[in-house]
């Protein structure tokens, strides 16, 4: 196939039913790809892919990629998005997360050696842990516990990147890393457990926000569309770009700072609560962005209340739709 003399990439995306592979995908399309989504449907939703399903140029396959995979399609890029995010999702099945991690990188890099094609994984701000520095710089190894609730996750993605940086020195292999901080948007699972879906739908329901510990613990939050430009910007760099890149927004925001935000875009007066601090959550996170400024020209463009903004109006329809009258909702 062809668009006007070019050919059309074909990109897998593995996770692509998720949150951020759900927005990845239509960029994808958008910019005239075929895509192949792999998902396993663990966190994520059909829903997500409603309108590519159907479209000639897209395609789902339930797979989980802990088993090996096999395609006939040409394949040009690999997005490697498939893994839980969610501190409570990912510690359901901590084994599992482990293994989607490494396993799921081995299968996935074997596929991209096999292809010829380059490949992407989404690593995490987790590879710095509680971190001993601020902001957190590439170049800094981290404080992991490798023996907590967390440690499936965190081990798991420190693993996947060493994956990565081998395939591409004993094998040749295209490969990228990104360092994902904080991101939110549209197309959040509304139960997902993560902060800034849990404080929207509970200051929309009229409920408790929930803060965990004092709330003085510090994210940085990046707008998904910031977040999926960058991605596709560090796909698209020359083959010696296989070190970590960090993409997130650097503005710093407390939890509790965060949970009055929310309060006030719409207009909810849930009361706060405290319960306690889950272990070995990171006090602060905040990205340097100077490696994704000069090596791909790329800056977050959305800042927290606009990307709240744009973000709310979703959750909303959401709750309205899962049968919460409109006068219910905030
Ligand atoms: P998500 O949970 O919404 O999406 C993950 C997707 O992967 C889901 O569709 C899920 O069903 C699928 N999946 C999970 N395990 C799988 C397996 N074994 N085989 C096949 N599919 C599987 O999470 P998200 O927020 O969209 O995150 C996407 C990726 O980005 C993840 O790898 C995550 O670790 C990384 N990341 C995200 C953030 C963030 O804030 N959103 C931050 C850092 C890193
Ligand atoms: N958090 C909170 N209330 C919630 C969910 C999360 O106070 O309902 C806190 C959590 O303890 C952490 C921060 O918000 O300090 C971000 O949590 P999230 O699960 O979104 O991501 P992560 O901890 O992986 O950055």
Redesign the pocket.
């Known amino acids: 196939m062809s668009i006007r003399g070019q050919a059309v990439k074909t990109v897998l995306v593995?996770?692509?039913?998720?949150?951020?592979?759900?927005?990845l995908c239509s960029r994808l399309r958008a910019d005239g790809a075929d895509v192949i989504c792999?998902?396993?449907?663990?966190?994520?939703?059909r829903a997500?892919l409603a309108a590519l399903t159907g479209q000639s140029g897209f395609r789902f396959i339930r797979?989980?990629?802990?088993a090996p995979l096999t395609l006939p399609a040409r394949i040009d890029e690999i997005y490697?998005?498939?893994?839980?995010?969610?501190p409570p999702?990912?510690q359901i099945n901590p084994i599992?997360?482990l293994?989607?991690?490494v396993?799921?990188a081995l299968n996935l890099l074997g596929l991209a050696k096999a292809k010829g094609a380059r490949i992407l994984?989404?690593?995490?701000?987790?590879i710095y842990g509680d971190p001993a520095f601020s902001p957190q710089v590439e170049s800094y190894h981290g404080n992991v516990n490798p023996v907590g609730p967390r440690s499936c996750?965190d081990e798991g993605?420190r693993a996947a990147e060493t994956l990565f940086h081998d395939y591409g020195i004993q094998h040749g292999v295209t490969t990228k890393i990104?360092?994902?901080?904080?991101?939110?948007g549209p197309?959040?699972?509304p139960d997902?457990g993560?902060v800034v879906s849990n404080f929207i739908v509970q200051a929309l329901r009229g409920h408790p926000i929930t803060i965990y510990g004092n709330g003085s613990q510090t994210r940085s939050f990046?707008f998904?569309d910031d977040?999926v430009d960058g991605l596709m910007r560090l796909m698209a760099t020359p083959h010696e770009v296989s070190y970590p890149v960090n993409l997130?927004n650097d503005g710093e925001f407390t939890i509790a700072d965060l949970a009055r935000i929310v309060l006030a875009k719409i207009g909810s007066s849930s009361p706060l609560i405290h319960s306690a601090i889950p272990a070995d959550d990171p006090r602060q996170r905040r990205p340097d962005l100077t490696l994704a400024r000069d090596v791909l020209d790329w800056r977050p463009q959305v800042g927290l209340g606009d990307g709240l903004d744009r973000t709310i109006p979703w959750f909303r329809a959401q709750l309205v739709a899962q049968g919460h009258t409109a006068e219910a909702v905030a």
């Open positions: 593995a996770g692509g039913a998720g949150f951020v592979g759900g927005h792999v998902d396993n449907l663990q966190t994520g939703h997500n797979h989980d990629i802990t490697n998005l498939a893994c839980p995010a969610s999702m990912y599992h997360t293994k989607t991690s396993l799921g994984q989404a690593s995490t701000s987790e996750y993605k990104a360092r994902i901080f904080n991101t939110y197309g959040m699972a997902d993560r990046c998904v977040l997130g």
